[in-house]
């Protein structure tokens, strides 16, 4: 069935059935790579998209919950061209191996970045805790939410 | 995979680089000239570079990005001998018709082999273009210079190598007789360059092959037997046909896989088929709980790995342990992916594989094709850490687009496809022996017990994909032989006596290959536990005691920098609740250096053991990226202390447990040690492979960690809490 849905603050209109869960709508029908397909389980965190603001595992949420809410994916953050401070810092602080779970930490990290705008290293790994890096790049992860978190405070 | 691949690809690359010294050390005339890595078998130039109109190089490696960093590394390596800024330099990896092959991207050999042979030619490039513009206008060759790929005579601008794009001829062999750049005039080389990959990855770029779709794209799932070497008898193929979406339902013996137009649809038409398949027999996997004396006792192929006898002095006390390490997974992130399209009796495969080489000799094997018609291309996937799912699903992709002629399609393994089918590192056990005498180990012996370490695909003798066992003209996997095992299984201290033994179990009751470090990890972990334990015997500051027994001076100077870095002070035994530990090695006896010390805390009642604070000191040579090497060494320590404190595959009788996150925990965000990494430079030096070599050292140092902090031995790895808890009881 058609389905409206608002991502990155454009309407898309999509032909799903409403049980779809949204990653596989955000990547197949509007081709964003930012929710990323780990464990369809709701167990990993990669697939992390915000849902009316709110961090949301896009892996177990049925599209047709969410066609009156605004979802945001790591796109709608920034581009390369012009990058979000979150996106800045991880590549100022080459907090990437594989990379695969960058999109779901920032997208966790934006979160947290909205609820407390000077989180303490202890607040950012409990707010990424759910989130599964498997190269080991949490620390550069923590670094980076940190910096990030220091040049939102400077330039809101 | 060292040893594999050259048996795969010949002596030609070992031939061409032969040399030998005289006794004064200078090298001997040679017949051949000295050609690095693949070089030596790829000869022409313009195999590994081209020089481009636009300003630009590209460059061609047949190592691939794991998401260790090697292509911007390969890059500031090219750019380098070339005299060329890094973002001047294309890289194009892994591809069967476009790179060379360069075996696989394993064994922390990228940087060794590719860096070496891209050099190489890149050095012969660069002298190439400079003796034609020499030649061009009449200057003298050693009076022109090259900045950022534009050649001077002194006080003027000349030729670009633009300009001489289109007329340098790169078609011929490498000749090994011009020196690449020395290191004390590296600009590129030795510094902390920004990986270039970095950025896409960060704003949602496509980067994987997850995010492959081409236009008319179909997607695919497969429904494998519950248990290993089930047989398929019967499953509702024709209700799944009828499903919404689905276009083709594949079954070829044991094989079983759907089609869909949607990847919903593909999901939903796999649970119809795993609901209504009825599959017979399979394997019986025995009792979890006995499986090191079942390895002990099975049937193995000893090999002597070293041995150096000494009659044993009069009076020595004699020690000995026995450590264990349990089936272990890869565990990737994302679940295997790849892509495959059938055209014009043609295969393309997109594939994050580590060896697109011989994962085409094993399609063409399973599909009874040629190798010419297929081409495999690589795309990153997410983290591999060695031999996972990849090279298995894109068979699996190669044998559903086959039913789709002429359709892309892209087949994603579900979570519990990767952690039930993926290849598992073996489990171990290592048994030693060592006799001492007052505060020096006079005798050493050492046995390892492992299945193979080595089952990746391109094998002669059978076919390592997975799909390729259950076609209803099945295939037989190769023999792995007992490759990998013996991995650091030789200390690198010096005894008087020692033997070490390999004792390779063929028999395999879980399906192994490659996974990071191989047997260095549970080898050095057991070594350097066994340091401790001995060291504790001979009231020995642990630090000193390995001090004592090394003579290698590199060796010796990583160990003495992590101390430092520590503020390692010989102390008593911990509280009870902290304590510090040590591990060191030399990957494979031949790579990196690296110490390790590891600070815990545990907390006695849960049984919980927290690394809080790990210091690191690494001797990898010559080193090309140091923000590179940290990461791989950090990332490394990390996944290390996942290993050893949280990871075991878990089986029955019927097959794998351990089936998603909640029955394979690693290592969360909280729990993540702090890490601080020193670096010894050694630009004179070659430089080392790095990626796998902190894993041993870090399992060691956390065990000797807990012995300190507690006066008690953990032997078996994980350190769960259970084990903690019994331990302290």
């Known amino acids: 069935m058609a389905l409206t849905l608002k991502v990155n603050g454009k309407s898309h209109r999509v032909e799903a059935e409403p049980d779809t869960p949204l990653i596989y709508v955000l990547r197949n029908d509007l081709a964003l790579n930012g929710a990323r397909f780990g464990c369809g389980l709701a167990q990993c965190g990669s697939c992390t998209v915000l849902v009316d603001g709110k961090a949301t595992l896009s892996c177990v949420t049925p599209v047709g919950g969410v066609t009156n809410a605004e979802v945001v994916t790591l796109e709608g953050l920034g581009s390369i061209d012009n990058p979000h401070p979150l996106q800045s810092a991880f590549i100022e602080e080459q907090a990437a191996q594989c990379g695969y779970c960058v999109p779901g930490m920032i997208m966790g990290a934006l979160d947290l970045l909205k609820r407390n705008q000077k989180p303490s290293e202890q607040d950012v790994r409990a707010a990424l805790a759910a989130n599964l890096c498997r190269c080991g790049t949490h620390p550069r992860i923590i670094r980076a939410v940190l910096r990030a978190a220091r040049a939102m405070e400077k330039a809101p | ?729």
């Open chain 2, 1 to 729: 995979m060292t040893q594999l691949t050259r048996r795969q690809f010949g002596a030609a690359a070992a031939g061409g680089i032969v040399i030998a010294f005289s006794l004064h050390g200078r090298p001997r005339a040679q017949r051949r000239p000295r050609l690095a890595g693949y070089l030596a078998q790829d000869r022409m130039l313009d195999a590994w570079l081209r020089i481009n109109p636009d300003g630009t190089a590209t460059v061609f490696t047949g190592k691939v990005e794991l998401g260790q960093g090697i292509l911007t590394a390969l890059a500031q390596i090219a750019a380098e001998e070339l005299s060329m800024q890094p973002e001047r330099i294309v890289m194009i990896s892994g591809d069967t018709a476009r790179t060379p092959d360069e075996g696989f991207t394993s064994g922390s050999r990228s940087i060794e082999d590719s860096g070496a042979a891209i050099r190489q030619a890149c050095a012969e490039a660069r002298d190439i273009l400079i003796r034609m513009a020499g030649e061009r206008l009449r200057w003298s060759f050693d009076e022109l210079s090259v900045q950022d790929g534009v050649i001077y005579a002194p006080g003027m601008r000349t030729l670009s190598y633009a300009e001489l794009a289109g007329t340098v001829d790169l078609h011929r062999p490498a000749t090994g007789k011009v020196a690449p750049a020395p290191a004390g005039a590296h600009r590129v080389v030795g510094k902390p360059v920004k990986r270039r990959d970095i950025p896409s990855k960060v704003t949602g770029q496509p980067c994987y092959v997850q995010d492959l779709r081409p236009p008319g794209m179909l997607h695919g799932r497969v429904v494998r037997p519950p248990r290993y070497h089930g047989i398929l008898a019967k499953a509702d193929t024709a209700g799944a046909k009828a499903l919404p979406g689905v276009v083709a339902v594949v079954r070829d013996g044991s094989f079983l896989g759907v089609v869909a137009a949607r990847e919903e649809q593909a999901v939903r038409a796999r649970e119809h088929l795993r609901r209504s398949a009825q599959w017979i027999g399979g394997d019986d996997l025995p009792d979890r709980g006995k499986l090191y004396g079942a390895l002990v006792n099975a049937e193995s192929e000893d090999t002597v790995v070293s041995e150096r006898k000494t009659p044993p002095p009069g009076i020595a006390r004699v020690f000995e342990a026995t450590y264990t390490k349990p089936y272990t997974a890869h565990a990737a992130l994302a679940p295997s992916c790849a892509l495959a399209q059938f055209a014009e009796n043609k295969l393309m495969v997109w594939t994050h594989s580590q060896g697109v080489f011989a994962l085409r000799r094993d399609l063409a094997g399973a599909l009874k094709m040629g190798v010419a018609a297929i081409r495999c291309i690589h795309v990153e996937g997410a983290g591999c850490y060695g031999h996972n799912g990849a090279d298995d699903v894109a068979l699996d992709a190669a044998l559903l687009a086959r039913a789709v002629p002429g359709r892309p399609v892209r087949v994603q393994w579900m979570r519990d496809d990767e952690f039930a089918w993926e290849p598992y590192g073996p489990a171990m056990v290592m048994k030693i022996k060592a006799s001492l005498a007052g505060r020096r180990i006079v005798d050493w012996s050492y046995d390892v017990w492992s299945n193979t370490h080595g089952m990746r695909p391109g094998a002669s003798g059978g076919n390592n994909l997975l799909a390729s066992w259950y076609l209803a003209q099945p295939l037989a996997p190769a023999h792995g032989g007992g490759f990998g095992a013996a991995r650091n299984a030789a200390p690198l201290y010096e005894f008087p006596g020692e033997r070490v033994t390999n004792h390779f179990v063929a028999a395999a009751p879980l399906r192994v290959s490659s996974l990071r470090a191989l047997g260095g990890y549970a080898n050095v972990f057991a070594i350097e536990s066994f340091m401790d334990e001995l060291a504790a015997a001979a009231n020995a500051d642990p630090v000193a005691f390995r001090l004592a027994h090394l003579k290698d001076r590199r060796a010796r100077a990583v160990i003495e920098a992590a101390a430092k870095a520590a503020g390692w002070r010989h102390g008593p035994k911990g509280d009870g609740m902290r304590g510090r530990g040590i591990g060191f090695a030399r990957y494979k006896n031949a790579a990196s250096y690296i110490a390790v010390i590891a600070e815990i805390a545990l907390d006695r009642a849960s049984g919980d053991v927290r690394v809080q604070q790990i210091h690191v000191a690494a001797d990898a040579g010559q080193i090309i990226n140091p923000d590179g090497i940290k990461n791989q060494i950090e990332g490394g320590i990390v996944q290390a202390t996942s290993w050893t404190l949280h990871e075991e595959v878990k089986f029955d009788a019927h097959g794998t447990v351990s089936r998603d996150w909640l029955g394979y925990p690693i290592l969360t965000m909280p729990e993540v040690p702090q890490l601080q990494t020193v670096l010894l430079d050694r630009p004179e030096l070659p430089p080392l492979g790095v990626g796998e070599a902190s894993l041993g050292p870090a399992a060691a140092a956390i065990g000797n960690a807990f012995a300190h902090a507690t006066g008690k031995r953990l032997r078996d790895l994980p350190f769960t809490p259970q084990r903690v808890k019994a331990a302290l009881a």
